[in-house]
């Protein structure tokens, strides 16, 4: 599956959007776009609070228990954060 989601580039929240716990899992919200996101899945919250901790994206997966064969899924996710501007290659963040 092609995602055009690099995994092996360094990734972190932009810096315009915040992160809050929810109950659900967490809600993000970026200032600059007023994009809202609602993320339900727990282990993506996990990845994406850690991302700026990991040098890559899929060490940041490696990290909250993603195998190899789960990492297809967990990179769609990662990749529609990035088109819509949740995350962004750390050096842009």
């Not at 716990?21 to 919250?45: D, T, W």
Request: aromatic share 8%.
């Amino acid at each position: 599956m092609e995602t055009g989601f690099d995994l092996d580039q360094a990734w972190s929240l932009h810096r315009q959007v915040a992160l809050r716990p929810e109950p659900f899992g967490a809600m993000l919200y970026h200032f600059g776009n007023r994009k809202l996101s609602f993320l339900k899945n727990q282990i993506v919250v996990t990845i994406l609070r850690s991302l700026a901790d990991h040098p890559t994206a899929r060490s940041a997966c490696v990290a909250a228990g993603i195998g190899e064969t789960s990492l297809p899924t967990y990179q769609k996710a990662l990749a529609a954060l990035a088109r819509t501007n949740m995350i962004c290659p750390r050096e842009a963040a």
